[in-house]
Every structure is written in structure tokens, then in C-alpha cells.
């Protein structure tokens, strides 16, 4: 089978597309022919090893996981003998950050890990971006306990996270006051936003108003700068960890002290959000927002235009075309 494989950390260019050994489901996993997947900012910090602690995870001096991929979307081709939940030619979409995977032409899962059917109607290339960027923007607005009614800002509404914030926050009944550049505007009204602030005609924390939650998707302010901007118990996240890896510190100091507060949750996801993800994508309530499309034979080209930081939602990978 084909894959887009890299065994040292580097730039786009440490990834060829090599042929690989096909794979064999085991007794509880499913063998899944991937139709599309996306590359990501995840994929991307695995990749580069930029941020030097990402090693622990990934290897110290060399990938232990060489093909990318977090989310997939494809067909189950394979079942292992004890598998109850899935049956060959289902459509499944899913997502594994801690084996990957989903650059490639097939991909084992467990059948119990985040995966299930995708909604009727949905195609494989609008799956397979369900999960990334929507489950870092679910564990962070369940770690703020955000509610019906309260005053959200999303800075960075345009990225992957932060278009999926936008579209969650609506469902969960928050106002929204999202932040993008001029461009982008209708598309995040589009998505459900009630204010948009374009970031190049005004700097958004030039504002009286104040906010129960400061989500910057996109890591581009300070807590110090949204501070002012915060209601008395308000609380502060970002994607990044901050000027000297701030956010850390601040998330560990600021509840000690009460009011305004920064966190930084580990995210999690499990089998019911990836079921509520699917049910929200047939109700109308979240589609992911697509840039590009490319084939797996053009996968650098994909991270190299990643790695602009001005994708507009997700990048998809047609491993099909
Ligand atoms: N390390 C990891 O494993 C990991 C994993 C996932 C995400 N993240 C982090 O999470 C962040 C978001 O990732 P993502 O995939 O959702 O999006 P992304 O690829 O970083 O997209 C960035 C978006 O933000 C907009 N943007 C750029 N500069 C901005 C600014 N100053 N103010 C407001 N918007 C701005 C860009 O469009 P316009 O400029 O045209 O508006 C673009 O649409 C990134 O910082 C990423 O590093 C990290």
C-alpha cells in the first residue's frame, strides 16, 4: 500500500510517499481504506519537532510513528474475528492521535477507539475533518463551562479550531463575537458568529465589552492584553502556549488567586464526543469549513501550505481520487 512516510523530523520535505506493507486488522480492530484525511497543525508539530517537548511523544532523536495522520475518513475493508461493531464497507470516520496513520492508502483502529459511521449524505473529503479541529475547540469550551447566554470571543475564527469553535458555541446557545481578517468575514458570519471584529480594520481588545471567555484559537494574544476585556470571573484560553510558554504558569497561578483566570486543558476525546460530532454535522449545527484538497501524492505541497498559518479551516487529503 502507499503512504506518505518520514523517519527524521524536518521540514515538508523529510515526507515521500513510499510503498509500504499492507496491514492486518487484529482480533478487535478494523482494517480501513482510507478515502481522505488532512494534514494539520498537529501533523505538522510532530512532524518539524519544533517545539522540542513534543519528542517525548513522538521520539527523542527520530519518529516512532512514521506515517502522519490524525483524522481519516474511508471504508471498513477488513474486520478481526471479534469485532461486533463494525462490518466490512461501512463508512467510518475517526480520529488517533496517538498511532496516526491516516496518510496512507489503509489504517487499523481498535473498534472501541473514536470512530463511527459517518451521517448519510456526508462524503468522505467532509468527514475526514470533523474530529481535529473540533475536538480541541469542545475540550476547551467544556473546561470554560461555558453556558447558554454568556459573551464568548473566538480570536482566529478562521482556523481550523477556531471555525469549529464558532459553530459550537451557537449550538450550545453562546453569543459570539468572533475575530478575523477582512476576507473572512462573511464566512464567519456564515458560520454563525453574531459579532465579527476584522482584526486588520480594528484591534479587537480595543473594546469596552466584556467577555465570560476569551477562546484565541490561533494564539496571537496574551492574557495580559484580554485581561481588561474579561468579566470578573472570566477566564482565558489559548491554543499556544504563550510568550516563554506563559500559559502554563498562568493556568497553574491564576485560580489560586480567584477572578479573572487562565486555563489550559489536556484535551480529551472519546467514542460519545465523536458520536456527538457526527450528530451535530446531520443536524446542521457543525460542517467543517474546507481550503484545499490534495491528492497524497502532493502531501508536501499540503504542509507546506499549512504551514502559512493562513489556512482557512481545514486542509484535506484525497488519498482517493
Ligand atoms: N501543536 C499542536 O499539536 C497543535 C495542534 C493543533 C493546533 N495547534 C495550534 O492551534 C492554532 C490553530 O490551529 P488551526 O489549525 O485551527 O488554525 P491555523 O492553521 O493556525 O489557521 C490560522 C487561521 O488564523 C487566522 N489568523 C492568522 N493570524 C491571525 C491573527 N493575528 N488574528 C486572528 N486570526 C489570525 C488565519 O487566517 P487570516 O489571517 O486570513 O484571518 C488562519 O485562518 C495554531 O496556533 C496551532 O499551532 C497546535
Not at 492508502?105 to 459511521?117: F, G, P, Q, R, W
Request: proline share 4%.
Amino acid at each position: 500500500m502507499k503512504a506518505a512516510k518520514y523517519t527524521r523530523y524536518g521540514p515538508p520535505e523529510v515526507v515521500s510517499v513510499v510503498e509500504t506493507d499492507k496491514l492486518q486488522p487484529g482480533p478487535n480492530e478494523v482494517l480501513i481504506k482510507i478515502h481522505a484525511t488532512t494534514v494539520n497543525r498537529t501533523d505538522c508539530g510532530f512532524r518539524s519537532a519544533e517545539y522540542f517537548v513534543s519528542r517525548f511523544w513522538s521520539g527523542l532523536f527520530r519518529p516512532h510513528t512514521t506515517v502522519l495522520g490524525n483524522e481519516f475518513a474511508g471504508e471498513i475493508a477488513a474486520v478481526g474475528e471479534e469485532v461486533t461493531l463494525f462490518h466490512i464497507g461501512d463508512r467510518v470516520f475517526g480520529y488517533d492521535d496517538s498511532r496516526f496513520g491516516g496518510h496512507a492508502e489503509y489504517k487499523v483502529v481498535a473498534e472501541n477507539s473514536t470512530l463511527s459511521l459517518i451521517p448519510d449524505c456526508v462524503a468522505y473529503h467532509e468527514a475526514a475533518p470533523i474530529t481535529e479541529g473540533a475536538h480541541y475547540a469542545l475540550a476547551n469550551i467544556r473546561a470554560a463551562k461555558v453556558k447558554a447566554g454568556q459573551q464568548v470571543l473566538v480570536n482566529g475564527a478562521t482556523g481550523a479550531i477556531g471555525s469549529a469553535a464558532v459553530q459550537l458555541l451557537r449550538y450550545f446557545g453562546a453569543y459570539v463575537t468572533a475575530v478575523c481578517a477582512t476576507p473572512h468575514v462573511d464566512l464567519v458570519k456564515h458560520l454563525g458568529a453574531d459579532v465579527v471584529v476584522d482584526y486588520l480594520a480594528t484591534d479587537f481588545t480595543r473594546t469596552n465589552q466584556k467577555f465570560d471567555f476569551i477562546f484565541d484559537a490561533v494564539g496571537k494574544s496574551s492574557f495580559r492584553q484580554c485581561k481588561p476585556l474579561l468579566e470578573k470571573n472570566g477566564i482565558y484560553v489559548s491554543t499556544e502556549l504563550g510568550k516563554n510558554g506563559e500559559n502554563v504558569p498562568l493556568a497553574i497561578l491564576t485560580p489560586i488567586f480567584g477572578g479573572r483566570k487562565v486555563i489550559f486543558p489536556i484535551p480529551g476525546f472519546n467514542t460519545e464526543d465523536i458520536q456527538l460530532l457526527g450528530k451535530l454535522v446531520t443536524e446542521g449545527h457543525f460542517k467543517p469549513v474546507i481550503d484545499r484538497r490534495y491528492s497524497l501524492n502532493q502531501i508536501v505541497d499540503a504542509y507546506r501550505y499549512v504551514e502559512t498559518g493562513q489556512k482557512i479551516g481545514n486542509v484535506v487529503i484525497d488519498v482517493v481520487t
